[in-house]
Every structure is written in C-alpha cells, then in structure tokens.
C-alpha cells in the first residue's frame, strides 16, 4: 500500500545579475545597463481532488525547478525559472526529514490547499542597481541566490477513498479481495484484526483507495475505544460502501443495526455519503422487496447495489458507481486558486553580521551578499577588484577581517574569490 513516499527537491536557483553598459564619457545612452538575474522556480505541494493516491510518486523521487536565467545587458531581466507544483491526494501530510529529526510541516487536509516547499532563489541584481553618485560605472553585480534542496515524505493520512462497512460475515473482506490486490482473510466466523486493510483499485483509468474496515462486532472482545477508532477509521475515508448480506433472514435489521452502532459514536457521521451494497446475490432469490425497505429508512435517495463477491457479478457496476460517486463529491469541492509557483524568498537572511572562520591557513568570509556579489567579480579586473573591497569595506567585513588580527601576505576567501590583505 503506498501511503508514504520520500522524495528529493530542489528549488531553482536565482540567475546572476550582468555587468554591462559603456564606460567612455560622453558616449549617449552610455552608463551601466546590466540587467537583473531571474528568479528561480519553487516547487510548491498542491491538495489536488483528483488525486486519489501518491502512486504518481512511486518511479519520479527527484524534482528540481528551473534556474532563473541570467540577466544581460540593456537592462535585460533574466527569465524566471519555471515552478513546479506536486500534486498529491487531499489528506497528506508533509513531513521534513531535513537531519535527524523528522518533523511535521503540513497538513494539506483542506480541498485545493497549496503551500510552497522550497522557494526559489532570488535573481542577483545587474551593475545598472549598483549605480550610485560615488560609483558612476559599478563592475560589479550580485550572483543568483542558490535554491534549496530538501528531502521531505508524503503521507497519505485520509486512509481511503472508500471505506467498506457492514456486519460481520456481509463479505466487506471478500468485496476487497476481488477488486484489489489486497489479500483480507475471509472467513464465515468474525475476525478480530480491527485495523483496515486497504487495496488499490484501479478502474476506467481511475485509481483509488478502498478500506475493509471491521465494525465493533468483529473485535467486541477487544475492549474499550474501539468505538472510537471505528469512527475514526469511518472519518479518514470520503465514501462509505454499506456491505449487507441479502442471504439473511433479515437483511434490513443487519442494516439498521450497523446505522446504529455509528450514530452511537457520531450523529454526523450518518450522513457521510453512503452505497448500500446488498451481497450474496447468487444465493438469494427475491429480495426485490428489501430496495424499498432500505429506502424507507434512508430517503428515496439513497444509492442500492446488488453484487455477489463470490461470482463477481454486479461488481463493474458497483465500481462504475463508485467513480462516478467520487467524481460527485470532488465536483462539490469549492472552487479554488492553482497558486503562482514562483514566489520568491531570500533563503539566507542577508541581515546576519559577517562571520569569519580561519582554516587552513585562509579568513573563509560568510556573508550572504558579499559571497553572491564575489561570484561575478572579474578577478583579472583590477577595478572590480578595487570596487568590490569597496564594498566589503562597507558592508563590515574588512572591519571584521582586522578583529581577527589578520596580517600583510595572509589569504582571505569569500565564495571562490581568494583576496590577499594589503
Ligand atoms: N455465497 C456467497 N458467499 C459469500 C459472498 N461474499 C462472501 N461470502 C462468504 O461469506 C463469508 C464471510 O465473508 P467475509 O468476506 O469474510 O465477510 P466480512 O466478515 O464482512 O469480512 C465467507 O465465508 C465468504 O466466503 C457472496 O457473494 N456469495
Ligand atoms: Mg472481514
């Protein structure tokens, strides 16, 4: 049964900015005209009410965004990178496996809910943004913003689509086992497993989920809150299948007595979108009266099926249905917004106070903007140079350079760039 997956993302990364434009004076239209990097693209998880499952995720468990492009001269924006949305069942859970530490981060229980898993880096700004009254022509320009990699595992926690239901012996476990794979034990006395067994069903190109789920007869013994988790098995699935034996002398009272026993543990719960299934067709002669009778206790509405499990007969029909059942409560969902998958954000807080860290013999400088700004230094340039130790001046980092008691000849790096203090 797959109801948990793990999968890899990667966000895309933010395109560099450009240095560009003409440096002669006096030259029209002269002046720095790098563009802007792109933005990177996000991959953002989307509660889709046509996904039945996480089958979709069973072979791809890599996803990586688009890179935002770069940026060029005449103030050309690099294009943003294209997002990517994963789409995955209402019900699942995202949990982040980032370190040892597993750790729930949402609950995409709501119809259409969208959030973004890993936003992608921001664009670097072209040398047009670095123009300022005491730097006329900047060299200099900002590196995109790298995306985020993560690892993260969908569970599915909305059990089924479809939970099977019925007195013991009504042939919940047989229906399972002859629309699925699943392997329930059938018997004719009760059993006590009262965990669901689940299977997939796969028809008219549709796949969903089906639960056997035993009622409070078949684990009687087992004592307490079981009623409880009866209805909590009932609620994680969108479609109730009422299994009754039609070889019974007294079908409806089975029927009735199951309604029952949910309305004891809750009064809402009898009114989830419900199929009554009325098994053993090959065995029973005239039942004909019994559509009425189960009609007269749940409105004219109320949807009746004939099958018999053992002889397979009815059951494409019962099938067909169900598609058709969960198409209905899918359409009924709100109408909602497929978001935008290439909201930005800036992943290192560009706030945090240089740090440096000495090894191997080099001052290695930490500081986001500096670090994005070194990686579109030209370091044959010496005036890029110039500018750039300009900048780190500015920004703090040369001050923080001198607290460390850094000396002529010593080597400092920042990002790939290797600087030597004068
Ligand atoms: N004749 C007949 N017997 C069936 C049919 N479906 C199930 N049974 C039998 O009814 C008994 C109970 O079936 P099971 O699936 O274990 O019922 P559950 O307790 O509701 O899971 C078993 O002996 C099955 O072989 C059917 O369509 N026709
Ligand atoms: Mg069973």
New binding site residues.
């Given amino acids: 049964m797959l109801d948990t997956i793990e999968i890899k993302i990667r966000s895309g990364n933010g395109g560099n900015g450009s240095i560009s434009g003409r440096r002669e004076k006096f030259v029209p239209e002269g002046g720095p005209d790098g563009g802007d990097g792109g933005n990177g693209g996000s991959i953002t998880v989307y509660a889709d009410p046509n996904e039945n499952t996480l089958q979709g995720y069973r072979y791809k468990k890599y996803f990586s965004a688009e890179n935002g492009g770069n940026g060029s001269g005449k103030l050309r924006h690099g294009k943003d990178g294209e997002g990517i949305l994963l789409k995955v069942p209402v019900g699942t859970q995202v949990w982040s496996l980032e370190g040892k530490r597993e750790q729930l981060i949402y609950d995409l229980n709501t119809p259409k809910a969208a959030v973004v898993l890993a936003k992608g880096g921001r664009g670097g700004n072209g040398n047009a943004k670095f123009k300022s009254s005491i730097n006329r022509f900047p060299l200099l320009a900002e590196g995109g913003e790298q995306g985020k990699r993560l690892i993260v595992r969908f569970e599915l926690k909305l059990i089924s689509d479809v939970g099977i239901i019925?007195s013991?012996?009504?042939?919940?476990?047989?229906l399972l086992a002859a629309v699925t794979a699943a392997k329930p034990k059938?018997?004719?006395y009760?059993f006590t497993t009262t965990e669901p067994i689940l299977g997939v069903v796969v028809h008219q190109d549709v796949d969903f989920v089906m639960a056997?789920i035993p009622g409070l007869l078949e684990g009687a013994h087992e004592g307490v809150g079981l009623g409880r988790e009866f209805l909590r098995h009932i609620e994680r699935t969108r479609l109730l299948l009422h299994?009754v034996d039609g070889s019974l002398e007294n079908p409806l009272e089975e029927y009735k007595k199951v309604r029952k026993e949910i309305g004891l543990y809750s009064e809402a719960m009898l009114g989830k979108p419900e199929v009554v299934v009325i098994?053993?067709i090959?065995?029973v002669n005239n039942a004909t009266g019994l559509q009425e009778e189960i009609a007269k206790v749940r409105g004219e509405g109320v949807k009746v099926m004939w099958i018999?499990?053992?002889t397979r007969e009815g059951l494409t029909s019962l099938m067909n249905g169900v598609v058709g059942k969960l198409n209905e409560l899918r359409d009924s969902f709100p109408e909602g917004v497929i978001p935008k998958t290439n909201a930005v954000t800036t992943l290192v807080p560009e706030s945090a106070p240089p740090s440096i860290k000495e090894t191997d013999g080099e001052y290695v400088v930490r500081d986001a903007r500096s670090e994005r700004i070194s990686k579109m230094v030209d370091p044959s340039n010496w005036d890029a140079k110039v500018q750039f130790y300009e900048h780190l001046r500015r920004s703090g980092v040369i001050a923080a350079l001198e607290k460390t008691g850094i000396s002529g000849g010593d080597i400092y790096r920042i990002g790939n760039l290797k600087l030597e203090w004068a």
């Fill in positions: 019925g013991p012996n009504a042939g919940k476990s047989s059938i018997a004719d009760p056997d299994v098994n053993k090959d065995v018999s499990a053992a």
